[in-house]
């Protein structure tokens, strides 16, 4: 069975994985919050708010290391192509709605204020033989910076 989880920054910075939902944390309006895993498997549940343009999904894979890749985080995507063997290159997941699936992409959007548009342009990621997750966009946007400007994303 596929794992569907996620996970958010608290607001005092912990990040929390498990189940989200919205809930009323004692006066109205609802609030972005993440049932910890941990008090899941204890038998209660028990939300903990979280920021919610921090909220993000795992996506199913894990990077070689076993760390789980959710969506927002900064992988090193290390690629056997003929022409460029064991070239590096730096990007993070999102969901692409226009494929349905999850993708890799090499820049950041313009302006980036911590929300990443549906809409945007992904690489294909054919040739990426292992990913390490190296931060995620929230934490580390400054992992991305070399992208910008290089030719193919190159860092």
């Given amino acids: 069975m596929r794992a569907i989880l996620f996970r958010g ?4 910075g912990e990040w929390l994985r498990g189940w989200y939902t919205k809930a009323l ?3 109205w ?3 972005d919050c993440i049932v910890p895993i941990s008090d899941a498997e204890a038998g209660y549940r028990h939300e903990e708010e979280v920021l919610g343009e921090t909220v993000s999904q795992y996506t ?6 076993g760390n789980p890749i959710f969506e927002g985080d900064i992988i090193a995507a290390h690629l056997d192509i003929d022409h460029e063997p064991d070239r590096v290159t730096y990007g ?3 969901w692409n709605k226009e494929h349905a699936g999850w993708s890799y992409n090499e820049k950041l959007p313009a302006g980036f204020n911590g929300t990443v548009p549906d809409d945007m342009d992904f690489e294909d990621v054919t040739g990426i033989e292992e990913w390490t997750v190296v931060g995620n966009i929230w934490d ?7 992208n910008e400007n290089s030719e193919h994303g190159q860092v």
């Fill in 140 to 146: 580390n946007p400054e992992l991305m910076k070399g």
């Fill in 92 to 94: 993070f997941i999102s």
């Fill in 29 to 31: 309006p609802l609030r």
């Fill in 60 to 65: 199913g894979v894990d990077d070689v290391n």
């Fill in 9 to 12: 920054k608290s607001l005092d």
């Fill in 25 to 27: 944390l004692g006066a």
